[in-house]
C-alpha cells in the first residue's frame, strides 16, 4: 500500500486480531471470498435504484450481484421479499420505521439495559427522537422476557409497531407469541435478528420470518458476512420498504458489500454453516461451564444463543468497564455490557458480553472456550497480579497460534 501510514495501521489491526482472543458477540471474521468482494473494484460503481430500474447507466454485471444477492437472501431465509442495499443495521431499522410510521408514532421496544438495541427507542437515537417509544424489560427473577408483561405493556400504549429482537440476550425469543400479541393490539411485528441471522439461517433458533411483518438484520455477526444490513419482508411491503430505503433514505447502493452479502448467503447455505453454528453453541456452553465451576453468576442462569452475560459486579466486585480493561491487557477482547435492572451507569456497567461466534470461525472447540473460561475467571478473581496477568497472556498467545482468521 502506497499510504504507509494507513498501510501500517491495518498492518497493526491485523496482527491484534491475530493475537487476541475475540469475544466480543456481535463480530466475526469473514472467508477471503468475501474480504476480496469487499476489497473489489465494484466499490468505484454508482448505481443509484434497483435492478433494471437504476439512475446510471453501465451496471448490467452490478444488476446481476444485486439480483443474485436478492434471491439468495430469498431462499436462505424463505422470505418472500429481500432489499440488500442497507448499509447497515441500523439504516435497515431506520427504513422499517419510515416505511409504516409517522413522527410521534406510538412503538414498544425492548428495554436496553434488558438486552434491546439503541435503535430500539432510546431517546438518544433517531428512534427515541422521532417515535414515541415505550419498553418492556426481563422479569427481574428469570432474567428472561416476560410475554404477559409484553402484552400488557402492548395493551396499555396501544403501539402501531412492536420491535423485538436483541443486542444482548441470551436466549431463546418466542417470535409467535410477540405475533400473537402484536395481532391482539393491531400493531406491526419488526423483528430485529441480528446477532442470531447464523441460527435462524440454519435452523438452530427459530425463525421470526413466518411472523414477523419485517426482519431486519446485520450480515457481519453469526452470519458472518460483511459489516452491513438487510431487511425481509412479505411481498406486500415491497414497493413500499424499497422506496424508503433509496431514495427515503440512502443513496448509492454499496454494490461491493452487496457482493459480498451475496456470497455470506451461499457459504451459509453450505452444510458446513450449520456444523459451525453447532459449534458455536456448543463453545458457549463450554465457556458458561467454566465459569460457573469458578463460581461467576451468568444472567438468566445460561444461554440458548451465541452470547452470554456475566455478572462480573456480583461475581468479582468490579464494573464492566474494569472487567473488559483488564481483560484487554491479556489479550482477551470483549465489551461492558449492561445487565438487567443494573445498579452501574451504562458508561460503566455490572457485566460483560461474551460470545463465541468469531473464535469459532478460527476453530476455537469445546476445550478452547473452556480453557478461556478459567483465564477470564483467573485474571478478574486477580485483578492486581501481574505476574499472573503476564502468564494469562501467554497462555492465550499459545491458544491463538497457528489459528489463522479464517480457515
Ligand atoms: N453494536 C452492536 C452490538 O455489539 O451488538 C449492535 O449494533
Do not use: W
Not at 410521534?104 to 427522537?129: C, E, K, N, R, Y
Not at 424508503?244 to 443513496?251: D, L
Not at 464494573?319 to 438487567?340: M, R, Y
Not at 443494573?342 to 458480553?353: F, H, L, M, V
Request: charged letters at 25%; hydrophobic letters at 35%.
Amino acid at each position: 500500500m502506497k499510504d504507509i501510514e494507513i498501510g501500517q495501521l491495518i498492518a497493526k489491526e491485523k496482527e491484534r486480531q491475530l493475537t487476541h482472543i475475540e469475544l466480543i458477540a456481535s463480530e466475526n471474521f469473514v472467508s477471503d471470498d468475501i474480504l476480496e468482494a469487499a476489497g473489489s473494484i465494484l466499490t468505484n460503481k454508482y448505481a443509484e435504484g434497483y435492478p433494471s430500474k437504476r439512475y446510471y447507466g453501465g451496471c448490467e454485471y452490478i444488476d446481476q450481484i444485486e439480483t443474485i444477492a436478492i434471491e439468495r437472501a430469498k431462499k436462505l431465509f424463505n422470505a418472500e421479499h429481500a432489499n440488500v442495499q442497507p448499509h447497515s443495521g441500523s439504516q435497515a431499522n431506520m427504513g422499517v420505521y419510515q416505511a409504516i410510521l409517522n413522527h410521534g408514532d406510538v412503538v414498544l421496544g425492548m428495554d436496553l439495559s434488558a438486552g434491546g438495541h439503541l435503535t430500539h427507542g432510546h431517546p438518544l437515537s433517531f428512534s427515541g427522537i422521532n417515535y414515541e417509544f415505550h419498553s418492556y424489560k426481563v422479569d427481574p427473577i428469570t432474567e428472561c422476557i416476560d410475554y404477559d408483561e409484553v402484552r400488557n405493556v402492548a395493551l396499555k400504549y396501544k403501539p402501531k409497531l412492536i420491535v423485538c429482537g436483541a443486542s444482548s440476550y441470551p436466549r431463546f425469543i418466542d417470535f409467535k407469541k410477540f405475533k400473537e400479541i402484536a395481532d391482539e393490539v393491531g400493531a406491526y411485528l419488526m423483528v430485529d435478528m441480528a446477532h442470531i441471522a447464523g441460527l435462524v439461517a440454519v435452523g438452530l433458533h427459530p425463525s421470526p420470518v413466518p411472523y414477523a411483518d419485517f426482519v431486519t438484520s446485520t450480515t457481519h455477526k453469526t452470519l458472518r458476512g460483511p459489516r452491513a444490513g438487510l431487511i425481509l419482508c412479505k411481498e406486500k411491503y415491497k414497493d413500499l420498504l424499497d422506496k424508503r430505503i433509496f431514495p427515503g433514505i440512502q443513496g448509492g447502493p454499496l454494490e461491493h458489500i452487496i457482493a459480498a452479502k451475496a456470497i455470506c448467503f451461499k457459504e451459509a447455505m453450505n452444510v458446513d454453516f450449520k456444523v459451525y453454528q453447532k459449534q458455536v453453541l456448543d463453545n458457549v456452553q463450554a465457556l458458561i461451564k467454566s465459569l460457573k465451576e469458578e463460581g461467576f453468576r451468568i444472567v438468566s442462569g445460561g444461554s440458548d444463543n451465541h452470547l452470554l452475560l456475566v455478572d462480573v459486579k456480583k461475581s468479582c466486585g468490579i464494573t464492566g468497564k474494569k472487567a473488559e480493561t483488564i481483560l484487554d491487557t491479556i489479550n482477551i477482547t470483549c465489551n461492558k455490557n449492561s445487565i438487567p435492572f443494573d445498579q452501574e451507569k451504562p458508561a460503566y456497567c455490572s457485566g460483560i458480553r461474551l460470545g463465541s461466534a468469531a473464535m469459532t470461525t478460527r476453530g476455537f472447540n469445546c476445550d478452547d472456550f473452556y480453557k478461556v473460561g478459567k483465564i477470564i475467571a483467573k485474571c478478574l478473581k486477580n485483578i492486581d497480579d501481574k505476574k499472573l496477568h503476564e502468564e494469562l497472556k501467554q497462555e492465550v498467545l499459545s491458544l491463538v497460534k497457528d489459528k489463522p482468521l479464517h480457515k
